[in-house]
């Protein structure tokens, strides 16, 4: 769920691109624009990213920031010369226990005041070295999707905006767990908005594509119960995986995307304190053994046609029978977390007539039209013969209009009358032992 390396053509064509921002940059600071960058420390051997303070985790208000530190930004193996700062801060994760994890907040050259947009990248990891805020630093470049969407959160940067950008799988690489990243995404608000010295009404906006999807719409609807104090303008969210088990049909033998779901059944696993070892064949836990550790861009597409039946034991063959495995699919259906205060742009690519060849384009047009039917503006997009790394295009583009306009407090009708009711979201149904 995520967009893989070299498949982008984000690079190519959105509206800012890196050298524009460099030349920005060059014409804002007499120092030298650029500069090779230093390879940093990996997060595993980075002291920054563990908590040392006496007070318990428990005792700590999310949002809390826990330690800070300038770094450099780096684009295409050079050093951007723009205001760029990384906090570690207080948070939960997928059980609701006391975590923490970091954020990169990267300051505009040129701001008529502070808005603050939290933009949640695909980074979709098993592996820290996957992390964005290693990736921004310039880590792990030939294994990661950092370095394409960085074009996208210039272009936010360039806007005027203050991005901010979550490590919202938390600590324990939870990838996919909904709420968690949720959390994560809306205490990384509350961390950048104390950082900066800035009231809780300082309006902010959230953006994410494909997993960076899973942080942005869960923290929309989280938010009215989690972080009610924040002012929320808008949120957009494409290639958005609404339904998992949806998601687990639609790619199950796929050529392109198979290798999700061994990657996603570890995730999930360690997330919600699942044991999926006794449920998995040994080829399976061949499978689950190599893909741990890695970013998406190794192993979304290394295992052409896998199917889920070949992970499992025989007598698992039907996923669906699992009640553990239910149950958390179940409480990862989107727009069952409450519902979102703000406007919402949902887009998804639909290159087959299902959808991206991950993503459900029906699933999407479900939960927006759910939305709507609960009083909110959304405006839901379908891109027409685009596959999913390529519908990330037109999204950003969109995205980027998007919060402009909520950000300017000019209204947001959206396009509720013209959205179908798409696909059942109904729960899978609950298995016997």
């Known amino acids: 769920m995520g967009i893989r390396r070299g498949g982008s053509r984000l690079l190519a064509v959105l509206a800012v691109s890196v050298s524009t921002v460099l030349a920005a940059a060059a014409g804002a600071v007499a120092a030298p624009a650029v500069a090779q960058a230093a390879t940093p420390a990996p997060p595993t051997q980075d002291p920054f990213y563990t908590y040392t303070g006496s007070t318990p985790l428990s005792q700590v208000a999310p949002g809390t920031v826990l330690n800070k530190r300038a770094v450099s930004l780096t684009i295409e193996g050079l050093t951007v010369p723009v205001s760029t700062e990384q906090v570690l801060y207080r948070t939960s994760g997928e059980q609701g226990q006391p975590t923490v994890t970091v954020t990169t907040i990267i300051r505009p050259l040129l701001s008529l005041g502070t808005k603050i947009v939290a933009y949640q990248m695909a980074y979709d990891a098993l592996g820290a070295e996957c992390d964005p805020s290693y990736t921004l630093q310039g880590g792990?470049?030939?294994?990661?999707?950092?370095?394409?969407?960085?074009?996208?959160?210039?272009?936010?940067?360039?806007a005027g905006f203050t991005v901010t950008v979550p490590d919202y799988e938390g600590e324990n690489l939870d990838w996919g767990a909904g709420q968690e990243s949720g959390y994560d995404t809306l205490d990384a608000i509350r961390a950048t908005e104390s950082y900066l010295g800035v009231p809780a009404s300082t309006k902010a906006g959230m953006v994410g594509y494909s997993g960076g999807a899973i942080a942005t719409e869960w923290a929309s609807e989280l938010a009215?119960?989690?972080a009610p104090k924040l002012n929320i303008v808008g949120a957009a969210a494409g290639g958005v995986p609404v339904d998992f088990a949806h998601n687990m049909t639609y790619i199950n033998g796929d050529q392109d995307w198979a290798g999700v779901i061994p990657a996603i059944l570890v995730s999930l696993g360690h997330a919600f304190g699942i044991n999926i070892t006794p449920y998995l064949s040994a080829y399976g836990q061949q499978i689950v053994n190599q893909v741990a550790g890695e970013c998406i861009?190794?192993?979304?597409?290394?295992?052409?046609?896998?199917?889920?039946?070949?992970l499992l034991l025989p007598q698992y063959s039907n996923p669906f029978q699992i009640p553990a495995l239910v149950t958390v699919l179940n409480h990862l259906i989107m727009g069952t977390g409450g519902t979102p205060g703000e406007p919402l742009l949902l887009g998804v690519g639909n290159a087959d007539g299902t959808g991206d060849g991950i993503m459900i384009a029906g699933d999407v047009e479900a939960l927006a039209h759910e939305y709507c039917q609960r009083g909110v503006s959304v405006t839901f997009q379908e891109y027409p013969g685009l596959e999913h790394t390529d519908a990330a295009?037109?999204?950003?583009?969109?995205?980027?209009?998007?919060?402009?306009?909520?950000?300017?407090?000019?209204?947001?009708?959206?396009?509720?009358?013209?959205?179908?009711?798409g696909n059942s979201l109904a729960?899978?149904?609950?298995p016997s032992s």
């Open 224 to 226: 009215p119960s989690y």
């Open 393 to 421: 295009v037109p999204f950003e583009l969109s995205a980027l209009t998007f919060l402009e306009t909520r950000f300017a407090g000019l209204p947001e009708p959206g396009n509720c009358a013209s959205t179908g009711t």
């Open 297 to 310: 861009g190794s192993f979304a597409a290394s295992y052409p046609g896998l199917t889920v039946q070949q």
């Open 140 to 158: 792990n470049n030939s294994d990661s999707t950092g370095q394409e969407e960085a074009a996208a959160i210039a272009a936010y940067v360039l």
């Open 427 to 430: 729960p899978l149904p609950t």
